[in-house]
């Protein structure tokens, strides 16, 4: 079991930056090493989309859109995730989630892509961000 909690949204002018934080409580027997993580994103009105992940290997993917702009890391030794995003748009407006998918095994990739959201079990409750044009 994980459960997840974001940090670090705000409201930002185009071409601003923001760093988004994701802490994850381990239940014992586990570590955070054994999940993939990523962040997905949800604006009103529009499908839930995955944004990046990041395997407990450091292996890391993006989705087309934020590819070059967004940087996806993690800190096993705190268990924590981030998401620092540079050259926000207002397109990029969305209540961002973090997510993990358990894969049991330490300094992994991650089997599914972010896309497949519904495959990561663990979700976090979302924070707001907001770009104004």
């Known amino acids: 079991q994980v459960q997840l909690v974001e940090s670090g949204g705000g409201s930002v002018q185009s071409g601003g930056s923001l760093r988004l934080s994701c802490a994850a409580t381990?239940?014992?027997?586990?570590?955070?090493?054994?999940?993939?993580m990523g962040w997905f994103r949800q604006a009103p009105g529009k499908e839930r989309e995955g944004v990046a992940a990041i395997g407990s290997d450091g292996s890391t993917a993006y989705v087309d859109s934020v590819q070059g702009r967004f940087t996806i890391s993690r800190d096993n030794a705190k268990n924590m995730l981030y998401l620092q995003m540079n050259s926000l748009a207002p397109e990029d407006t969305a209540m961002y989630h973090c997510?993990?998918?358990?894969?049991?095994?330490?300094?992994?990739?991650?089997?599914?892509?972010?896309?497949?959201?519904?495959?990561?079990?663990?979700r976090g409750q979302g924070t707001q961000v907001t770009v104004s044009s």
């Open positions: 997510a993990a998918y358990y894969t049991g095994i330490a300094a992994a990739g991650c089997p599914i892509p972010i896309s497949r959201v519904p495959g990561y079990s663990y």
């Open positions: 381990i239940s014992a027997h586990s570590y955070y090493s054994y999940y993939c």
